[in-house]
């Protein structure tokens, strides 16, 4: 048996914080499980949820600067982390923060400098795991299925409700996975303007009524008929999103969630129509109970919502996992999920000094 202890991070773009989770993976006979052992959710402070909203007019030479400071405050965060719980990883495996995801330009960036957090830390820092498969060609994204693939296999569907919504599921017998749509990156915006950083279990959302001709317009956009491979990044959010939602501006922004909401739930469970079939939730929007109702309602599915750990920490567990097939030297990420010329290995290891 071979087990590897690694310390995944992770931060997403609805900006809740960085997770960190201590992993722990046995390989046996061919065969993958996991154990997560500590957890946390660092939360970003009014500086740092204002500096990484507001990334777009940074220059190279700024944004070199940044890489290294943010990856700085990775590394000491985790550093305390380690400090905090005794841990003796194995290595870390980050994925930084996505400032830049424009796959059909050649163009990604995830920041969070993995030497200065192998330095800040003293302990071997895998990153940058996406720009290998976009220079393949591919989306770059998503890299959760192959985890979902190795680790979730009981499951007919792996959903996540976070900054995005997306999917992973085999089908004849390729591994196939997309964004489906945005979701809290959108339902947060508009529960800060109702005073809050999100709509705890969907009570805005609820309180309101649907919008037909926004609910309309957002079903109408090409991307939702647009075959995969294919993914969405904030710039989708502002190039499409933003200006149909900027003609609702004097509407009630419950009744805006409430349309979201339907919107997202009509875009999920059109994928779980499969009478008998299971999908796993995590993400954050797994605790948003309006909009699980909605597509539980829409859905054929069973549709399971697991421990309150494996909900806000699946994807630091998964990229801590694409840090160990990295080690091994083993494929981390799937053509047939992103479209690229072939299979990759995807990572960076950045050596403590």
């Known amino acids: 048996m071979d087990t590897y202890k690694v310390i995944g991070l992770m931060s997403g773009t609805s900006l809740d914080g960085v997770d960190i989770a201590m992993c ?19 939360p970003y402070d009014a500086h740092w949820l204002e500096t990484l909203s507001d990334t777009r007019s940074l220059t190279k030479d700024k944004i070199d600067r940044f890489h290294i400071k943010y990856g700085s405050y990775l590394g ?12 003796k990883p194995d290595f870390i ?4 923060h996505t400032m830049l995801h424009e796959p059909s330009k050649g163009i990604t960036l995830q920041i969070g400098d993995g030497k200065t957090i192998a330095s800040k830390t003293g302990i071997t820092t895998i990153n940058d795991f996406r720009s290998l498969d976009v220079f393949h060609g591919g989306q770059g994204a998503p890299l959760v299925p192959i985890g979902d693939l190795l680790l979730f296999k009981n499951y007919n569907y792996c959903v996540n409700l976070g900054g995005f919504s997306n999917i992973s599921f085999d089908q004849n017998g390729e591994r196939i996975a997309f964004d489906i749509c945005a979701l809290n990156i959108l339902l947060n915006e508009y529960a800060l303007k109702l005073g809050a950083e ?28 647009t075959p995969p491979p294919k993914s969405l ?8 999103m933003h200006p149909i939602l900027k003609n609702y501006s004097d509407t009630s922004p419950a009744d805006v969630l409430n349309t979201l909401c339907e919107h997202m739930a009509t875009q999920i469970s059109h994928f779980l129509t499969k009478q008998g079939s299971t999908a796993l939730f995590t993400g954050g929007g797994s605790y948003n109970q309006f909009l699980i109702d909605k597509i539980i309602e ?22 801590a996992f694409l840090g160990v097939l990295k080690s091994r030297n083993e494929v981390n990420c799937l053509s047939s ?17």
């Open 24 to 42: 722990v993976f046995n390989h046996t006979d061919g065969q993958w499980d996991f154990q997560i052992e500590q957890t946390a959710t660092i």
């Open 198 to 225: 999100y709509d705890d279990n969907g009570n805005f959302a609820k309180s309101g009524q649907i919008i037909p001709e926004l609910l309309n317009e957002c079903n109408k956009l090409d991307y939702f008929i």
């Open 298 to 319: 829409k859905s054929e599915a069973q549709i399971t919502i697991p421990s309150d750990e494996l909900i806000s920490f699946k994807e630091a567990l998964i990229f």
């Open 76 to 87: 000491d965060l985790t550093a305390q982390f380690i400090t905090q719980h005794n841990l």
């Open 337 to 353: 999920v992103t479209g690229a010329l072939n299979d990759s290995i995807c990572g960076t290891i950045n050596l403590s000094q």
């Open 233 to 240: 990044g904030k710039e989708w959010v502002e190039e499409k």
């Open 93 to 96: 495996a980050s994925h930084g």
